[in-house]
């Protein structure tokens, strides 16, 4: 990984929680579902609420798309593969762990940090300065009490605090040195993950089996039942599709001069040149990457006029200028999606398919099984063409020719425990092993790589970052043990 991307990457995590708290809602096209139960994860007696969640998740995928995909939008697919939904409970949950962690060790923020904090975020800024009413509309038009913004702000404050008290837990040469040595033995390895739960949702069950289910009474009203619970995300929501140019006010800029400014681009702006005319002159962070990209929202996700414009413009049209807190918005629909009931008829053979599927756990559990003697023959032989095959028919996870080491494990996507980290370097030359948990069943290819020189300072240095981070996931994760952790992925579709 290269300095200027840590760099990078630091910047997004560290400074722009805060402030994408507040974009998420007014200005992202991501995913968000209304109507669901408040609290989706709890840590003791923390509750991470379904706001916390949805604006983690838009987070991540923002992340994916600016730092991995080069700025493309993630497509459903891809947000599947990179466990984004489970990424962010995760990411949530260790937050949580580490505020916990933090109030036991005695760390505190002062009102004064927090209000500072608060008054240095350029979104609540008017000309460089705080806006205390700006301040307030934004939080009024997310729904957030000043309170409960504040509470979030001095968490992620002591979060944050903790972080930095940790990596100044002092740490010896020579304990530097044991943990470089581990560092050291690596391997080059071909990992392949299977989860059970994907390979039984594509059990194959007939029409034959479905009438007969759907044939008795009881059955049927095990379908209903999850056709009722299921009906708020199976209903199309009314959506639109849309990108906008955002300018705001600069510093002793009139009104008047402001919207003298959005017309003289609204006069040049065509539904043709409009994403060209986004990345040219757009305000909004992170919208010139984009070409002003909102990809799809439906009703109460902008702020009320921005709502109202988007919905009443027809397909293909730019708007003329529409005034919000934000600034001056030049709007252009690029699709719509009608409000859309969802019909019992048309979802109940799929939920009855999905029933049927858990009540044939064995075949399930024979056909992982039989999936994971194919992958384990393709490792042998060696043949990427059958683990590709594998991979897109029973949505594995395959990652090739990854590094891995005896300290921090795979650089990969693939997370491996330390039991199984000892399985694979058990091995002094190639070896093949087979580990199989509740979830998953993950096959490892595994080889001895050459050990790179590197530079003594500079890896004591990268090494006893390494150790901090990695005590503080521990002392997070012996945490977790002792505090009630409940996550309600069911709350999240």
């Known amino acids: 990984m290269s300095s200027s991307f840590q760099k990078k990457t630091t910047n997004v995590f560290l400074t722009l929680f805060i402030g994408f708290i507040v974009i998420s809602f007014m200005f992202t096209g991501y995913e968000t579902m209304k109507g669901q139960p408040d609290t989706v994860a709890s840590v003791g007696d923390q509750n991470i609420s379904f706001r916390e969640y949805q604006s983690e998740f838009n987070r991540q995928i923002e992340f994916y798309s600016q730092f991995v995909l080069g700025g493309q939008t993630l497509s459903a697919k891809q947000i599947k593969d990179f466990n984004i939904k489970q990424n962010a409970l995760k990411s949530l949950v260790n937050n949580r762990l580490s505020f916990v962690l933090g109030e036991r060790l005695g760390v505190v923020v002062a009102s004064e940090e927090i209000k500072e904090s608060i008054k240095n975020q350029e979104n609540f800024q008017t000309n460089g300065k705080f806006d205390i009413e700006r301040y307030k509309a934004i939080l009024r038009a997310n729904q957030f009490a000043p309170l409960d913004y504040e509470k979030m702000v001095e968490r992620e404050m002591i979060t944050s605090k903790t972080s930095t008290v940790l990596g100044k837990f002092p740490v010896s040469k020579a304990f530097l040195s044991d943990i470089q040595s581990f560092k050291n033995q690596k391997r080059t390895a071909t990992i392949i993950r299977l989860s059970k739960q994907d390979v039984a949702s594509m059990l194959e069950i007939s029409k034959a089996e479905i009438d007969q289910y759907l044939s008795q009474e009881e059955n049927l009203e095990r379908v209903k039942s999850l056709f009722n619970d299921r009906k708020a995300s199976l209903d199309q929501a009314e959506e639109v599709e849309a990108r906008h140019i955002l300018v705001r006010s600069k510093e002793g800029e009139k009104e008047a001069d402001l919207k003298k400014r959005i017309e003289d681009i609204a006069k040049k702006t065509t539904a043709k040149n409009f994403a060209e005319m986004?990345?040219?002159?757009?305000?909004?962070?992170?919208?010139?990457?984009?070409?002003?990209?909102?990809?799809?929202?439906?009703r109460g996700r902008m702020v009320p006029e921005f709502e109202k414009a988007a919905f009443e413009l027809p397909v293909g049209k730019v708007s003329a200028p529409v005034k919000t807190d934000f600034g001056f918005h030049i709007i252009l629909v690029e699709g719509k999606k009608e409000k859309k009931e969802a019909v019992f008829e048309q979802h109940q053979v799929a939920l009855a398919s999905e029933l049927l599927r858990k009540?044939?756990?064995?075949?399930?559990?024979?056909?992982?099984?039989?999936?994971?003697?194919?992958?384990?023959?393709?490792?042998?032989?060696?043949?990427?063409?059958?683990?590709?095959?594998?991979?897109?028919?029973?949505?594995?996870?395959?990652?090739?020719?990854?590094?891995?080491?005896?300290?921090?494990g795979s650089k990969g996507q693939i997370f491996l425990e330390t039991t199984q980290l000892n399985k694979v370097f058990s091995h002094e030359t190639t070896g093949v092993d087979r580990f199989e948990t509740a979830a998953y069943i993950t096959l490892v290819k595994s080889e001895p790589s050459k050990v790179k020189d590197s530079k003594p300072e500079a890896e004591d240095k990268s090494?006893?970052?390494?150790?901090?981070?990695?005590m503080r996931q521990e002392m997070t994760t012996k945490l977790g043990e002792s505090v009630n952790v409940r996550v309600y992925e069911n709350r999240i579709p």
Request: net charge positive; glycine share 8%.
């Open 278 to 298: 986004a990345k040219k002159f757009t305000e909004e962070p992170g919208g010139k990457d984009k070409g002003g990209s909102l990809g799809s929202f439906g």
């Open 359 to 408: 009540t044939k756990t064995e075949q399930a559990t024979q056909l992982v099984s039989q999936i994971a003697d194919e992958a384990q023959a393709a490792l042998v032989k060696g043949s990427k063409s059958a683990l590709a095959s594998i991979q897109k028919k029973w949505k594995a996870n395959l990652e090739t020719d990854i590094e891995i080491n005896r300290y921090d």
């Open 463 to 470: 090494t006893a970052i390494a150790y901090s981070n990695k």
